[in-house]
């Protein structure tokens, strides 16, 4: 700068009558201004050479961005646009952030946003996020300006504010992960700009919500397991049905990548240290969950897994075959996760006890799977679910039981997924599945019907009819059941009959089913 001063000085001297006409009570001065400005800046041939510009425009820019606010929608324009391209041409765009992301922050950051016209804010987000992009990791000091706007911006009505303001998030994040000591900063902001992108999940338009989850995916490395399970899933959970193919497939990914995340252990994160940066930080910044939950299940070592597993289950069963495809192998991806969580060796099948009647696995017992599985689903999948088995039935037969054919159909593929990967443990769980699938079967709706079915072919084929006979008899003979419920329950006999292991029902079954029919 020293040896650049002399140029600057001449710069800015004559600069100074165009400065001084940019805050001009007459508009048209004002517009004239800008234009000249732009001209002798960037386009005149005796334009400033990058070094002198770049050191002039750390005074130049609290005048210009005075712009932003002017009363004429001309000149805010044209205020934004010089501020853009001088940034563009910057040497160094760092050293201008300190007057541009409060001015940006004033105007497109405040709730209500009072710049009327939607091309100016799209302008004035796209132009932090390029400020944000160029400035990389010296962006930190600037980062609560960045969630005001993210905040701000993504409640406008405009769709593309919408996308430009999950871009600009995605800029924040990109800038400061790969530095240990700026992952507080993200933590810190992070919830605001989630919760913020979460209601546009249900944005008519599919490229809003995919640009949302993008959002969200970027950020969530950043957010603790309590505000996982008690926001983010909430709010993603509507993203499960999707009207969109390719917003469910890209959703599947990033649960993937979720759960397979471990706060503090590198487990899928992006981004973290494993160095010994560690010491170096203060333990009252350090980010909050770092450490695994105490609480989880035995056979979990995935603190998220407990929230999100069960959307990612739901997709095995998508109506896109692909899709369906690709999220089983990424259920057994996030199993292979937990093992390597837990220090379970790929075969340790000692930690599965698997009780299924069946000696081995072979057509007979795949052919009972539910599309899209083409033979047994891997171990490491297996201990997963069946760690997590309770909240995972008790989530698939609540939402059997809602009012609304959507999510009971929802529920009936959750529920055929679970058991496939559950076999034999289901067994525990046969008192509250017969009743609800015996309920179910009798849906008006035919899809959700035959997936009830599928769940009991399912379980026939698993568990041991030593167990699920009694119950199936039982309601089959109530005595206060109603000749519909009588129907629905030998439907399900029928069905878990069919497919029971060969030489099962020899014996005390046999007897037990002659004697109750």
Do not use: Y
């Not at 001084?20 to 400005?37: G, I, K, M, P, V």
């Not at 712009?67 to 324009?77: A, L, M, P, S, Y």
């Not at 993504?154 to 700026?182: I, N, T, Y």
């Not at 006979?469 to 039982?474: C, Q």
């Amino acid at each position: 700068m020293a040896a650049n001063k002399a140029a600057v000085d001449h710069l800015l001297a004559s600069l100074q009558r165009d400065l001084n006409s940019c805050t001009d009570a007459d508009r048209s001065l004002r517009r004239r201004a800008f234009d000249s400005l732009r001209k002798r800046l960037l386009d005149a041939p005796d334009a400033p050479d990058e070094a002198t510009l770049t050191d002039a425009l750390p005074a130049l820019f609290p005048t210009l961005l005075r712009g932003f606010t002017d009363g004429v929608e001309k000149v805010r324009e044209k205020s934004a646009e010089l501020v853009n391209d001088l940034l563009a041409r910057s040497a160094d765009p760092a050293t201008l952030l300190p007057s541009l992301m409060p001015a940006l922050k004033a105007t497109v950051g405040v709730v209500p946003v009072e710049e009327p016209s939607e091309e100016i804010r799209l302008g004035l987000v796209n132009l932090a996020k390029a400020a944000i992009v160029a400035a990389a990791e010296r962006a930190e000091p600037f980062a609560e300006e960045v969630a005001a706007i993210v905040h701000a911006s993504m409640r406008d009505q405009f769709h593309e504010v919408k996308k430009a303001s999950c871009a600009l998030a995605e800029a924040l994040v990109a800038g400061l992960s790969p530095h240990p000591s700026a992952r507080v900063t993200l933590a810190r902001h992070a919830p605001k700009m989630i919760n913020a992108a979460l209601p546009d999940l249900a944005h008519r338009h599919s490229q809003v919500r995919h640009a949302c989850l993008a959002c969200v995916d970027a950020l969530f490395d950043f957010v603790s397991a309590g505000d996982v399970a008690d926001a983010l899933a909430p709010g993603v959970r509507q993203l499960c049905g999707d009207r969109t193919p390719a917003v469910r497939a890209a959703f599947h990914v990033a649960l993937a990548r979720w759960i397979s995340h471990v706060p503090g252990g590198g487990g899928g994160g992006g981004g973290e240290s494993a160095g010994g940066n560690e010491e170096d930080v203060d333990m009252g910044d350090v980010v909050p969950d770092s450490i695994p939950p105490p609480d989880l299940p035995e056979g979990c070592g995935l603190p998220h897994a407990r929230s999100l597993l069960p959307f990612l289950l739901s997709g095995v069963a998508d109506e896109v075959e692909a899709n369906g495809v690709n999220a089983l192998a990424l259920v057994e991806a996030v199993g292979a996760a937990n093992d390597a969580a837990l220090g379970v060796d790929g075969d340790g099948a000692a930690t599965v006890l698997d009780e299924s009647p069946r000696c081995d696995f072979g057509s007979e017992a795949a052919a009972t799977l539910p599309p899209p599985f083409a033979g047994r689903p891997s171990a490491a999948s297996r201990r997963l679910v069946r760690a997590l088995l309770p909240s995972l039935l008790r989530g698939a037969l609540t939402e059997v039981r809602e009012w609304t054919s959507g999510k009971r159909n929802a529920g009936a593929r959750l529920l055929g997924t679970v058991v496939s990967f559950a076999e034999a443990s289901a067994s525990r769980h046969l008192g509250d599945l017969m009743k609800e699938i015996v309920a179910a079967v009798g849906d008006d709706d035919r899809d959700t019907a035959e997936r009830v079915v599928t769940a009991a072919r399912v379980l026939g084929a698993h568990v041991s009819p030593s167990h699920w006979l009694p119950i199936a008899l039982d309601h089959v003979v109530a005595d206060k059941a109603s000749p519909a419920t009588r129907a629905s329950a030998l439907v399900i006999l029928a069905a878990m009959l069919r497919v029971a292991p060969p030489g099962s029902l020899a014996g005390e079954p046999m007897r037990a089913l002659a004697a109750g029919l």
